[in-house]
């Protein structure tokens, strides 16, 4: 997979020569992201390319530790990426927040950290980010050289000609205005950087691990304290002109609605994200404080949080509709706090969608809560710098889900 030359990413030259692959190498290794562990046979259907090639490719990836091949039964082996030695850290900035984790596949460990601020606050900035990468990869025993890559999860758009967060956007995050995130991120730490809207990554880390995979065309839609979305189209984040493709949450569906942040009305963002549901229940007397209590609330049988994720997921069913009659995705899977409401949300969404007649034009749609939790920006921070370091892992290893949490992970950097 080719992550996108313009998804704000630097520092190629330091890439040593060895991970920039080309050709066939890169066709095998596409397959492989994409549809998992394979046969060999598979792989040469696949690629099209003849079996002696394949199997020269896959002895190439083996002898690198890229890729291993697994006996399944008497006759059969499939070939599965493994990543024997590659540190990747991922960062995610919040509004409210930044959360970093350092995945060192030499040791097997995964080391997170996460730093709560005052929203809105100016210096949350670049010297946090630059810092908290240095101190945690500190903390796992690694110098900046091990790192493969770092990826930057931002929870705003990312501006394609600029790399810096789209302007309508910076009053969230007003520590990075104007800062090309990935170059000058890539300047202070001499490592390559990936920075990406943190839907687009969490889609990414779907496709490649969760509710995803296997699909060709992709929707991630994460509904929380916000409303993100991201497409994976053919294996690769789709951005549109100005990096704005896939956000949902700001599709109009009342044009009478709440004025949203953004300056329009009616946003989706309006109906379904964490506050605006606590708005919708304020007169009902409910002493629910989070979307979570909201879920847990409706689960036990409360009427009234029934009641407001029951029309969240007929909101959701609209906009699904409309974004599905354009972009025709065979998934889409809802992440977030609101996915966790279960089928009380999914059967919502889909009598929505059989009332804007999407079943007719568009009968294998599926809709499926997301599998990665809330960890999803982070992994696909991860699977983002895997795969322009030219590596991947076909299955998740069970110890990159099993964070060990260090805290005050900079002042123990700054005193040691
Ligand atoms: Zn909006």
């Known amino acids: 997979m080719n992550h996108g030359e313009d998804a704000g990413k630097s520092a190629h030259d330091r890439r040593p020569p060895s991970v920039a692959r080309r050709g066939s190498v890169q066709r095998v290794l596409e397959v492989l992201r994409l549809d998992g562990p394979s046969s060999q046979a598979a792989l040469a259907r696949r690629t099209g390319l003849s079996r002696a090639t394949v199997n020269a490719i896959v002895k190439g990836l083996k002898d690198e530790g890229v890729a291993e091949v697994r006996p399944v039964n008497g006759r059969e082996s499939l070939v599965a990426l493994v990543s024997s030695n590659a540190a990747v850290v991922a960062v995610q900035v919040n509004v409210g927040s930044l959360r970093a984790a350092v995945f060192d596949f030499g040791r097997m460990t995964r080391l997170d950290t996460e730093i709560p601020y005052a929203e809105g606050s100016e210096d949350v900035g670049i010297?946090?980010?630059?810092?908290?990468?240095?101190?945690?990869?500190?903390?796992?025993?690694?110098?900046?050289?091990?790192?493969?890559?770092?990826?930057?999860?931002?929870?705003?758009?990312?501006?394609?000609?600029?790399?810096?967060?789209?302007?309508?956007?910076?009053?969230?995050?007003?520590?990075?205005?104007?800062?090309?995130?990935?170059?000058?991120?890539?300047?202070?730490?001499?490592?390559?950087?990936?920075?990406?809207?943190?839907?687009?990554?969490?889609?990414?880390?779907?496709?490649?691990?969760?509710?995803?995979?296997?699909?060709?065309?992709?929707?991630?839609?994460?509904?929380?304290?916000?409303?993100?979305?991201?497409?994976?189209?053919?294996?690769?984040?789709?951005?549109?002109?100005?990096?704005?493709?896939?956000?949902?949450?700001?599709?109009?569906?009342?044009?009478?609605?709440?004025?949203?942040?953004?300056?329009s009305r009616g946003c989706l963002t309006t109906f379904v994200s964490e506050k605006f549901l606590l708005l919708a229940l304020e007169d009902s007397g409910s002493s629910r404080k989070s979307l979570k209590e909201i879920v847990a609330a409706a689960r036990r049988g409360d009427p009234a949080c029934r009641r407001v994720l029951y029309e969240a997921g007929r909101h959701l069913g609209r906009a699904f509709a409309n974004t599905a009659k354009l972009m025709a995705p065979s998934v889409i899977a809802v992440g977030g706090a609101l996915s966790e409401a279960g089928p009380l949300l999914f059967e919502s969404i889909q009598s929505s969608v059989e009332v804007h007649s999407l079943r007719a034009v568009s009968p294998s749609i599926r809709f499926v809560p997301a599998r990665l939790g809330d960890d999803t920006a982070l992994l696909g921070g991860l699977a983002a710098v895997l795969a322009d370091a030219g590596q991947g892992v076909s299955t998740l290893p069970e110890w990159v889900r099993q964070p060990v949490t260090v805290r005050d992970v900079n002042s123990q950097a700054r005193n040691r």
């Open 127 to 263: 010297a946090l980010v630059s810092d908290t990468v240095m101190a945690l990869a500190a903390r796992a025993g690694l110098g900046p050289e091990e790192l493969a890559g770092v990826a930057v999860a931002m929870q705003a758009p990312i501006a394609r000609a600029t790399g810096t967060i789209a302007s309508w956007a910076q009053l969230q995050l007003p520590a990075w205005t104007d800062v090309p995130i990935a170059d000058t991120l890539a300047e202070r730490l001499g490592i390559p950087v990936i920075a990406d809207n943190d839907a687009n990554l969490a889609a990414l880390a779907e496709w490649t691990w969760g509710a995803g995979r296997g699909a060709a065309d992709f929707l991630y839609v994460m509904c929380a304290a916000g409303v993100g979305g991201g497409f994976v189209i053919d294996g690769k984040i789709y951005r549109g002109g100005d990096g704005l493709a896939g956000e949902i949450g700001h599709m109009v569906l009342e044009s009478h609605g709440p004025v949203c942040f953004c300056g």
